[in-house]
């Protein structure tokens, strides 16, 4: 495997995403079919990664997306802004006042609590990101002026979308290694959006394909399985009782399937009840592998708590840390995020660097 190599001369953003925004409506502590109001967020999982970089860790970000321009579109864009990530790259799609051909995603969840698992319901059909195709994002003047950017995410999720989203993927990332840019991709596997467009099968021969372009691929044992074929041997019900051997064959067994790969991650989570998990990540860098055991976490919300394993991973590759050190950081971040409600991580850098230290949730006065 072959070291990442980061840009080191002047640039616009760190690190630029590109996926769908969906508002997100939350029941707090009750169920969605029963509820009688609901407290809004924006969520996804590429976005996520952007404004976690930002926020948490100071970064300058951006979002590539698009919505369909109507009162609820400009609230999702409200909430990017409020967390700092720079707008400019969004399409503005013209609506025609009922959503038959264009309209913004919706995306109920309830966090779950004990014995009762978190569930998600969305609304996301004929989205405006959905239905960008080739040509839509000039992703040579993105990646290309003023040094462009020294990362850019995306990930399975948006790949998902429709026919024509695996090929803007594809041209985004071609754009990017072209100038120089670190690719990451979440794999992320959705069975609710691929089998709208041909299930596992479509899957995998998309991904096979984007990942090839690809230098820090991101995943669970899941992901793995549907959208490459390749699994965790042993699986059984209770993830507990997999020795980490087998999660460091699934990762050495990606890398000679991908040898363009530099770096392969995936998070570890044991989900006792929705309230209560065992979190940690594997990781393999320059053919060694790096491994933050599990250890117990109380679950709020764990909805995000993946993509804020990524950007603290991200950015620690960003900020010139050692593998392990970066490894942690992602653990430590992820963690944190799902102590919150929401997508987004709410956590600040001391905050993930006292958790990295093994500091208390003593109170801080």
Not at 9 to 37: K, N, Y
Not at 58 to 70: H, M, P, Q, S
Request: a negative charge; aromatic letters at 8%; hydrophobic letters at 40%.
């Amino acid at each position: 495997m072959q070291p990442i190599v980061l840009k080191t001369e002047g640039f616009r953003w760190d690190s630029v995403s590109l996926g769908e925004v969906m508002l997100r409506l939350d029941p707090g502590e009750g169920r969605i079919h029963t509820a009688r109001q609901f407290t809004a967020w924006e969520g996804g999982g590429e976005y996520n990664v952007a404004r976690g970089l930002r926020r948490c860790f100071g970064l300058k970000t951006a979002v590539a997306t698009a919505f369909a321009d109507n009162p609820v579109g400009r609230l999702v864009e409200d909430f990017i802004l409020q967390g700092g990530v720079d707008t400019s790259l969004i399409r503005w799609a013209k609506y025609d006042g009922v959503g038959r051909t264009v309209r913004n995603g919706l995306n109920f969840t309830e966090r779950g609590y004990g014995v009762r698992a978190a569930v998600g319901c969305s609304d996301r059909g004929h989205t405006a990101i959905s239905q960008v195709k080739h040509g839509d994002f000039d992703w040579e003047a993105i990646f290309g002026a003023q040094n462009g950017s020294r990362w850019f995410h995306t990930g399975g999720i948006f790949a998902a979308l429709s026919e024509t989203t695996p090929d803007v993927a594809s041209e985004s990332m071609d754009a990017a290694r072209k100038f120089g840019t670190i690719v990451s991709y979440d794999l992320n596997y959705r069975d609710s959006l691929w089998k709208a467009i041909g299930g596992k099968a479509k899957a995998q021969e998309v991904n096979r394909e984007l990942v090839r372009k690809v230098d820090l691929l991101l995943g669970n044992e899941e992901d793995f399985s549907a959208m490459l074929g390749i699994a965790l041997e042993g699986v059984t019900e209770d993830f507990d009782e997999l020795p980490i051997a087998s999660y460091e064959k699934m990762l050495r067994d990606v890398a000679a399937a991908y040898p363009n790969l530099k770096m392969i991650a995936t998070t570890l989570r044991t989900a006792h009840t929705a309230s209560r998990n065992a979190w940690g990540a594997i990781a393999l860098y320059q053919d060694e592998i790096v491994h933050v055991p599990q250890r117990e976490v109380d679950i709020l919300d764990r909805v995000g708590g993946g993509d804020s394993f990524a950007s603290g991973l991200i950015y620690g590759i960003l900020a010139g840390k050692p593998t392990d050190w970066a490894v942690r950081c992602g653990v430590a971040h992820g963690a944190l995020a799902m102590t919150t409600p929401g997508d987004t991580s709410m956590a600040t850098f001391a905050e993930v660097e006292r958790v990295m230290k093994g500091g208390s949730a003593r109170i801080a006065r």
